[in-house]
C-alpha cells in the first residue's frame, strides 16, 4: 500500500515511464521493429552504450525499458550528485547479484558528460571486465565529453527530438490511462489548448506532462466532475502566451525566409521582428543561429569574414546559457549580419567547385604537391619542383596547384564589398604578376 501511494505521488511523467516497448514512442530508427538495436534486446544482448540526444527524447525512458525487457537490474545514477563512492557501491553490488542469482546490473547514468575525468576513468575497468552494463545519457556530444577509453568500450546511439505527433499520443495516453495518468481526473483539453501544449513543449515530453500535470490539479472540476482545461490554463502552466505559429508547417518556412530575406536586404529592424516572432513563439533557438551561421557564408562570405564568427559565437553562447538569456545574443548576430557589407561570391565559387567535383575526372594530385614522406615517395617525384612561396617576394610564387585538367581554372571571383575589395586588389595584384611574366 506504502508504495502505491508513493507511485501516486511520483510526478505524472514518471508514472508514465512507458514499461516495455510496446509502450515506447519515438526512437524508431534505434528500436523499431527489425532494428539491430532492437533484435540485441529481444534476443538479450546487452552491450554498455551512450545515448546522447536532447532532454525529454526518451534516454531514462529507454535505458529503464531496456533493463526491463532483459530483466536485469537497474541501478540509476545522477552525474550531477553522485561520485566515485556511489559508483563503487553500484559495483559491490553488481557483483553479490550476479554472484547470488547470476542476474546483470545495468548501471544508467544521467548526465555522464558531467563526471570528470578521474570518475569517467573510475568506471572504465567495470565496464571492461563486465560487471556492469553501462548505459550513459547525454546532452552534449559524447566525442567532446567522454573520455577516449571509455568512448571505445561503448556503442553511441543517438536520439531524435519526438515529434509533435510523439508529444501529442503521450500527451493524449495520459489523460485517458485511469492507472497511471490522468483518467480517474476526468481531463478535457480542448484542440487549440492541446496544439499548444505540444508545441510549446519542443519536442520535450517531460515538459508536455509537467504542464498538462499542473493545469489539471490547478483546473476545479465542475459540477459533472470534468475537469475542462484551456488555452488559458495551458499558457498558465506553460509560462508562455499562445503564438500563431507552427513549427512543422507553412508558419515556420515563411518565418525563417522573411528573417533571411531580411537579412539579405540589409534591414536589421525587419529582421530583428522575424526573429522575435519565432524565438516568442517557441522556435528552437539553436535551428535559427544554424540558419544564421549559414547566411553568414552565403551572404556575407568575404565581405566580412567576422560575420561568421559573430554568428557561430552567438550559437554557442545561446546553447551555453539557454532561453530566453540566449535571445540577445541571437539578436545581436542578426543585426550584425543585417548591417554586414554582402557577398555571394563564395557561394558561388563552391558551387563551380561542386559542379567540376561531380562532373569531371577527378585527377590525382599533381606530384610537386604532394609530400615525400618517405624515400620511395621522393624517388617517385614527389615534391619535386615544388616553389615554396615564402621564399620569393611578396610570399608570392606562380605555380599550378590545381590538376593539369583545370589548369588556369577560377572559381573565386571577389566583389568589390567590404573586406573583399582589398581581396579583389590582392589577388588582381598578384594575376598580374603572373600575366607580366608571361609577357
Avoid at 217 to 235: F, H, V
Wanted: hydrophobic content about 40%; overall charge neutral.
Amino acid at each position: 500500500m506504502a508504495d502505491d501511494e508513493h507511485f501516486q505521488d511520483m510526478p505524472l511523467a514518471a508514472r508514465m515511464r512507458p514499461r516495455n516497448f510496446a509502450e515506447f514512442v519515438g526512437q524508431e530508427h534505434l528500436v523499431g521493429e527489425g532494428r539491430t538495436l532492437r533484435k540485441c534486446f529481444d534476443s538479450d544482448q546487452l552491450p554498455s552504450m551512450l545515448f546522447w540526444g536532447p532532454p525529454g527524447s526518451g534516454k531514462t525512458t529507454l535505458a529503464y525499458v531496456i533493463a526491463s525487457v532483459t530483466k536485469s537490474h537497474f541501478s540509476p545514477l545522477s552525474a550531477v550528485s553522485a561520485g566515485v563512492a556511489d559508483l563503487r557501491r553500484i559495483v559491490e553490488e553488481a557483483r553479490r547479484r550476479r554472484k547470488l542469482s547470476g542476474q546483470r546490473t545495468v548501471m544508467f547514468i544521467d548526465e555522464i558528460h558531467r563526471f570528470n575525468k578521474t570518475q569517467q576513468d573510475a568506471v572504465l575497468p567495470y565496464v571492461e571486465n563486465g560487471v556492469v552494463i553501462l548505459i550513459g545519457a547525454t546532452t552534449e556530444n559524447p566525442s567532446f565529453e567522454v573520455i577516449s577509453a571509455l568512448l571505445s568500450r561503448c556503442r553511441v546511439f543517438t536520439l531524435n527530438s519526438l515529434t509533435d505527433e510523439q508529444v501529442r499520443l503521450i500527451v493524449e495516453r495520459a489523460i485517458s490511462d485511469e492507472d497511471r495518468g490522468l483518467g480517474k481526473l476526468k481531463v478535457e483539453l480542448p484542440e487549440d489548448a492541446l496544439d499548444h501544449l505540444v508545441v510549446m513543449s519542443n519536442g520535450d515530453a517531460r515538459v508536455a506532462l509537467n504542464a498538462l500535470e499542473m493545469a489539471a490539479q490547478a483546473t476545479e472540476p465542475d459540477a459533472d466532475g470534468y475537469r475542462r482545461l484551456n488555452l488559458k490554463t495551458i499558457e498558465e502552466a506553460l509560462q508562455h502566451r499562445a503564438l500563431l505559429y507552427d513549427k512543422g508547417g507553412d508558419q515556420h518556412y515563411d518565418l525563417i525566409s522573411a528573417l533571411h530575406k531580411s537579412l539579405r536586404g540589409s534591414d536589421p529592424d525587419a529582421a530583428l521582428y522575424w526573429l522575435g516572432r519565432m524565438l516568442e513563439a517557441g522556435e528552437d533557438p539553436l535551428y535559427i543561429a544554424r540558419r544564421l551561421v549559414r547566411f553568414a557564408s552565403e551572404d556575407v562570405g568575404m565581405a566580412d569574414p567576422q560575420a561568421l564568427m559573430v554568428a557561430v559565437a552567438a550559437q554557442q553562447a545561446a546553447h551555453f546559457i539557454g532561453m530566453p538569456e540566449g535571445n540577445l545574443a541571437l539578436a545581436e548576430a542578426v543585426t550584425y549580419l543585417a548591417t554586414a557589407p554582402k557577398s555571394n561570391s563564395l557561394y558561388e565559387a563552391y558551387s563551380k567547385v561542386q559542379q567540376d567535383v561531380e562532373q569531371s575526372r577527378n585527377e590525382p594530385v599533381p606530384l610537386h604537391l604532394r609530400n615525400p614522406v618517405a624515400k620511395l615517395m621522393r624517388q617517385l617525384g614527389h615534391g619535386k619542383g615544388y616553389k615554396y612561396a615564402h621564399d620569393y617576394p611578396g610570399h608570392f610564387v606562380e605555380q599550378q596547384n590545381l590538376p593539369n585538367q583545370l589548369k588556369g581554372k577560377r572559381y573565386y571571383s571577389p566583389s568589390d564589398q567590404g573586406y573583399e575589395k582589398e581581396v579583389r586588389s590582392r589577388l588582381k595584384a598578384w594575376w598580374d604578376s603572373k600575366r607580366g611574366k608571361k609577357d
